[in-house]
C-alpha cells in the first residue's frame, strides 16, 4: 500500500443546485450581500435600496414548501438589512432569496459581496441541535441559500490518511461518547454490502475514529458513508459532516490521499452535503501511476 497524510485543496467550485431554479428576471434591481457574526446569524444587506423601504425579505424552499419572511429594517438613510438567527430551524436544502418592496411581486435577489469569516471553526458549544445558513451565488446568477439541521450533529474535525488507516477527530453536538460508542462504515444508499463497525473513543463531546482500509477494500467497489453511534447500539445514528465553517461545497476543495492495493484505490472524500464518506473505486491496469 501508498499512502501519504496531507490533502490538496484546488479552486473551490460553485455547488450544483439540487433541482433547477427559475431563471433571473431581465432587470433585477437590488443585490444583497451576507454578513455572519460568530453566532451564525446572517444579515441580509442591501446597499442600494431604493423602493424597498417597509418590505421584507422572502427565503423560498426549493421544489416548493416552506417560507421565510424577515423584515427589513434601517438606521437612518442607509443600507437595508434584514437578519436571519444563527439558529433558526430552516429545513436543510436549497433556499431561493427574494426581497418583496411593498404592494410588489417578489423578485430574486443578486449577490453582492459577503463577510463569512465569524463562520470559520464556529463552535456552537452546549448546543442540542446545529443549524447552518450559508449563502451562494446559483448557476443563474441569483444569491440563494444552502441549509443544514442536524439534531444531533457529529462534526468532522481532522481528517489524517496513514498506511492502512483512516483517522477523524471530531465534536458531537447534542449528545456525547460512552463506553458503547462505536462507528459505522455503511453501503451509500441502492449499493449492496455489509455495515462495517470501526473503532471510536474519546470523551464527552469529543472523538476519534479509526478507520481501518482492509475492511472496505475487501467488499470491492462501491461507496460507504460514514456514521457515529456514540451511545452504541440502542442511541442515535449520526451522519458525520463538516458544517460548521464558511464552505459551501467542500466536495472539490478538499482531496485527500488514497490507499491502493490489489486493483483497488480507497479514497475519503466530503460528498455535495459536505457529508464524510468513503469510496473504492477498481484502478485502471493500463495507469502506471499511484496515488
Known amino acids: 500500500m501508498k499512502t501519504t497524510s496531507t490533502a490538496t485543496t484546488p479552486a473551490p467550485r460553485r455547488p450544483a443546485d439540487a433541482a433547477p431554479a427559475a431563471r433571473p428576471e431581465a432587470r433585477v434591481p437590488w443585490s444583497a ?8 446569524a446572517l444579515a441580509f444587506v442591501v446597499a442600494e435600496p431604493e423602493g424597498l423601504a417597509g418590505g421584507r425579505l422572502l427565503l423560498r424552499q426549493r421544489g416548493g414548501g416552506e417560507e421565510v419572511r424577515l423584515p427589513f429594517t434601517a438606521t437612518g438613510r442607509g443600507p437595508l438589512r434584514a437578519v436571519l438567527p444563527g439558529d433558526a430551524p430552516l429545513a436543510e436544502g436549497y433556499w431561493e432569496v427574494h426581497a418583496e418592496a411593498p404592494g410588489a411581486e417578489p423578485v430574486r435577489l443578486r449577490p453582492g459581496l459577503d463577510d463569512l469569516r465569524a463562520l470559520v471553526d464556529r463552535d456552537p458549544e452546549g448546543a442540542d441541535a446545529v443549524a447552518v445558513h450559508l449563502p451562494y451565488t446559483s448557476k443563474f446568477g441569483n444569491l440563494a441559500l444552502r441549509t443544514w439541521l442536524r439534531a444531533p450533529h457529529a462534526e468532522a474535525g481532522a481528517v489524517h490518511v496513514a498506511p492502512g488507516e483512516t483517522t477523524v477527530r471530531g465534536r458531537c453536538y447534542g449528545t456525547a461518547l460512552t463506553p458503547a460508542a462505536y462507528a459505522e462504515l455503511r453501503p451509500a444508499k441502492d449499493e449492496e454490502g455489509e455495515p462495517l463497525r470501526a473503532e471510536a473513543t474519546g470523551e464527552g463531546p469529543d472523538f476519534r475514529l479509526r478507520l481501518a482500509h482492509a475492511p472496505l477494500l475487501a467488499q470491492g467497489p462501491r461507496h460507504w458513508e460514514v456514521r457515529l453511534r456514540p451511545e452504541g447500539e440502542r442511541g442515535p445514528d449520526i451522519r458525520l459532516a463538516r458544517l460548521l465553517d464558511d464552505l459551501v461545497d467542500r466536495h472539490a476543495v478538499f482531496t485527500y490521499p488514497a490507499t491502493v492495493h490489489e486493483g483497488l484505490r480507497a479514497r475519503p472524500y466530503y460528498s455535495g452535503g459536505n457529508n464524510l464518506a468513503f ?9 502506471t501511476q499511484a496515488d
Not at 450581500?33 to 451564525?40: L, T
Not at 469510496?279 to 495507469?287: I, L
Open 33 to 40: 450581500g451576507c454578513v455572519a457574526d460568530p453566532a451564525g
Open 279 to 287: 469510496r473504492v473505486t477498481a484502478v485502471d491496469p493500463a495507469s
